[in-house]
């Protein structure tokens, strides 16, 4: 069974600023892949970053990067120099199965407010 | 290179009808997911589908159906609504999940369709 717990449900930065949201999963797979995923006003998910539990770094992806710590099943996103375009609802995901299935299973959200 | 689009992005509808949402998939991706978003929570995953058949299922009543067509493009049925249906339902598209084999090969969504239930 999966869990994914984001105890954030708001967070704000200031512009240019570095924010770090909170993201902890509860699965009993061992081999597991958790996913951030970025929910503006328009409603599109978009996707963020991508974690496997097998890779050995914390992934990047130019200003997000994952501060993945499976010993404390933390997968937490990184954002560097917050812009006002990052103002949405980001979403930790959970992949669902130990399959190729590439279905997800999401926490309840954060919404993030950058401050000009 | 179109994305993801799903219609209509707005629908309302009383207690007890049936209704149909559409989705058409990124170019290239063969595989359909849908999810339903009530207001404030995450989205929940409802079913899959490949080669025109249901690949995988989430925890959903049998009100809730679907079907891909040759094109890959899909829809999802509802029948018998209840008030608790309202909310935001997206399509996520992507590739074969065999050929994803768990590397994290990402969904891509479309925008949803708001559905409201009176």
């Known amino acids: 069974a999966q869990k994914i717990t984001q105890t954030q449900p708001g967070m704000f930065v200031q512009e240019k600023e570095a924010v770090t949201l909170d993201c902890t999963y509860d699965?009993?797979?061992?081999?597991?892949?958790l996913f951030w995923y970025k929910q503006p006003s328009s409603g599109e998910m978009i996707f963020l970053i991508y974690q496997g539990s097998y890779d050995e770094q914390n992934a990047t992806e130019g200003r997000y990067s994952l501060n993945f710590q499976k010993a404390r099943k933390s997968a937490n996103l990184v954002i560097s120099a917050s812009q006002l375009g990052d103002s949405a609802m980001y979403f930790c995901?959970?992949?669902?199965?130990?399959?190729?299935?590439?279905?997800?299973?999401f926490g309840t959200g954060t919404r993030l407010t950058v401050i000009p | 290179d179109a994305g993801v689009t799903q219609s209509p992005t707005h629908l309302i509808k009383t207690r007890g009808q049936q209704v149909t949402l559409r989705c058409s998939p990124k170019?290239?991706?063969?595989?359909v997911s849908w999810y339903q978003q009530a207001l404030g929570q995450g989205p929940q995953f409802i079913f899959q589908?490949?080669?025109?058949?249901?690949?995988q299922r989430g925890n959903f009543p049998d009100r809730f159906s679907g079907h891909q067509f040759p094109n890959y493009s899909s829809e999802l049925n509802v029948n018998a609504l209840l008030l608790g249906d309202s909310a935001l339902y997206l399509c996520a598209s992507s590739l074969e999940p065999d050929i994803a084999g768990g590397s994290g090969e990402k969904l891509f969504f479309g925008s949803g369709t708001q559905l409201s239930v009176l």
């Open positions: 589908y490949y080669e025109e058949e249901e690949r």
């Open positions: 699965t009993s797979d061992q081999s597991y892949g």
């Open positions: 170019s290239g991706h063969d595989t």
């Open positions: 995901a959970d992949r669902l199965g130990q399959t190729g299935a590439n279905n997800l299973f």
